[in-house]
């Protein structure tokens, strides 16, 4: 007996009624982007590893996909180094390539090698698949899709405001309640600095952007795992802690922070954002959120991240500038700034909250019946003024029992399906019955893509 064919974990098929669903997600994310100056590109699944190592900082460096080189990937390979347990040292050796992880370290790597063929500040977005190494779960999944759009090559804050407005247009369209939450990687940087860890940073950002996934407690115990002092942590406790209304906790984000240089500025550029907001109606709410890092290493300034109400599965989308990640590739003192939309999130929410539109997962909406070969020719020259019309139609293949064709077009929730018969092609008035309501009408061409177009 043959073995059931499966596919690896944290990767899924879509069916037919998934897709059209997913392709509505992207459609209104599409539009948004588009209607807002944005252009698209695509870059290749796979980048060489030099472009992705170092990135994402350790914890991300380990969840990178590697594809071994082609051909004997061991010749090469110094045989000491193969009698060696360091994997890491020996994975380098046998793979120079790896899927990306996202789409924000090949845009960058695009920005620099197509320089000279783009106009700055370029505004692009991006709809492709990424892979991460992760462990499957709700939500989390090892090969999913990010919708990115990014803007780069401009310092200003109004970029910020640019696309806090398009997620709050995103999610208004789709129907999903959301929570914007704001920070600042400087900000950050200065707390850090106020505690006296400023070269603790990193610990501190990933041990904190873990909050939500392993609670406050285990969150303390990392920070002490990572040398940070019992004094310090409480010190930095009733920060994590903070409450209440955005212009209350700037205000006492500011006396935390004191004057420290890089703390100072973070909040400068957080209440600019606030102030930009205030003039604006958004339907998302707003929310300073200093215990939000997003443990990104390239991020250095904003952060973002929105959260969907009444769900719970993480972010459903984020992102933060970038001042220094273009420099990498040897283009410094280029700034960005842009978010992510996790499509297969946004899918998980709406499924949850039954906010998928009826047409959505429509398809066909017309279905003639095939009663047979000259009733099918006649019904070709019909298909074919309905589909020019812009109806999406189909003729049966085959003359089957009308049952089974009804059961077809019932299955593929098809409304509408016309009957050609002998009678109707005589009288030139067709049967076009509603599959929803059952009712039936005898109409003429015209009558008929009045009705359905």
């Known amino acids: 007996m043959a073995q059931k064919p499966s596919i690896p974990k944290g990767t899924r098929d879509f069916t037919p009624e998934v897709m059209s669903r997913r392709n509505y997600i992207f459609s209104v994310i599409r539009e948004v982007f588009e209607k807002y100056g944005y252009q698209p590109i695509e870059t290749p699944a796979m980048e060489n590893l030099s472009t992705l190592l170092g990135k994402y900082g350790e914890e991300g460096d380990k969840l990178l996909f590697k594809i071994l080189n082609s051909g004997d990937f061991l010749s090469k390979v110094d045989k000491s180094k193969l009698a060696e347990t360091d994997s890491n040292s020996l994975s380098l050796k046998i793979s120079e390539k790896g899927l990306r992880y996202d789409l924000t370290v090949p845009f960058a790597r695009f920005v620099v090698q197509h320089r000279n063929d783009i106009t700055f500040p370029f505004k692009r977005y991006q709809i492709q698949p990424v892979w991460r190494a992760d462990r499957p779960q709700k939500g989390r999944y090892r090969e999913f899709y990010q919708c990115d759009v990014d803007v780069i090559g401009s310092n200003s804050l109004l970029n910020e405001v640019d696309l806090i407005r398009m997620i709050d247009e995103v999610f208004r369209k789709l129907g999903i309640e959301v929570v914007i939450k704001l920070n600042n ?64 906790k700037m205000q006492c984000l500011k006396e935390f922070v004191g004057d420290t240089g890089e703390g100072s500025a973070g909040l400068l550029e957080l209440e600019t954002v606030l102030d930009y907001l205030d003039k604006l109606q958004l339907t998302a709410k707003v929310e300073i959120d200093q215990s ?15 959260k969907a109400a009444g769900v719970n599965i993480g972010s459903i989308c984020g992102g933060g500038r970038y001042d220094n990640l273009t420099g990498i590739f040897g283009l410094p003192d ?3 700034v842009g978010v992510s939309f996790g499509a297969d999130r946004i899918y998980d929410v709406m499924s949850e909250l039954n906010l998928f539109p009826e047409e959505s997962v429509v398809s066909t909406r017309l279905l003639i019946v095939n009663f047979g070969e000259n009733e099918m020719l006649h019904a070709l020259g019909l298909l074919q003024q309905f589909q020019e019309a812009g109806i999406s139609s189909e003729l049966y293949p085959e003359s089957a029992k009308m049952k089974k064709q009804m059961k077809y077009a019932d299955q593929k929730n098809i409304p509408f399906v016309l009957m050609v018969g002998e009678e109707e092609i005589k009288t030139g008035t067709y049967t076009l019955k509603n599959m929803k309501t059952g009712e039936q009408e005898k109409l003429s061409v015209e009558e008929i893509l009045n009705r359905i177009g």
């Open 185 to 248: 990687r400087k900000l950050l940087s200065g707390i850090a600095a106020v505690i006296g860890y400023p070269e603790k940073l990193t610990d501190i950002t990933v041990a904190i952007d873990k909050l939500d996934k392993i609670g406050l407690d285990n969150v303390y115990k990392e920070l002490e795992e990572k040398g940070i002092s019992r004094d310090a942590i409480e010190h930095l406790e009733p920060i994590i802690n903070l409450n209440g209304e955005n212009r209350k």
């Open 292 to 306: 939000l890092a997003r443990g990104l290493n390239y991020y250095t300034g904003a952060i973002i991240e929105v």
């Open 334 to 336: 280029v700034s960005g």
